[in-house]
């Protein structure tokens, strides 16, 4: 798990928010909402598969929604990782 996180490049996919049913998504909107406000845009929903499909993962499906301020200088990433329901 730790390997995945300190690795050179990161594996994203694009993803649909409804398919992240295990998060907060409500959260990600208020969030959003509040950026919005500050004259942020959204970028894309993605998935982080870099992290969650190495074989030891712990994380569920992880959803990235990054946002740019209006003078593009600025980026801004709603993310809120999730344990995976696991026994031990």
Request: no cysteine; hydrophobic share 40%; glycine share 2%.
């Amino acid at each position: 798990m730790l390997e995945a996180t300190y690795q050179p490049t990161y594996h994203y996919l694009s993803a649909n928010a409804q398919s992240f049913r295990h998060l907060d998504l409500e959260f990600d909107d208020r969030t959003a909402h509040g950026l919005r406000t500050k004259r942020f845009r959204s970028l894309a929903d993605v998935e982080d598969t870099s992290i969650t499909k190495v074989p030891s993962a712990v994380l569920a499906l992880l959803l990235v929604r990054p946002m740019l301020s209006r003078d593009s200088m600025v980026i801004d990433v709603i993310e809120h990782p999730r344990m995976k329901n696991v026994l031990l």
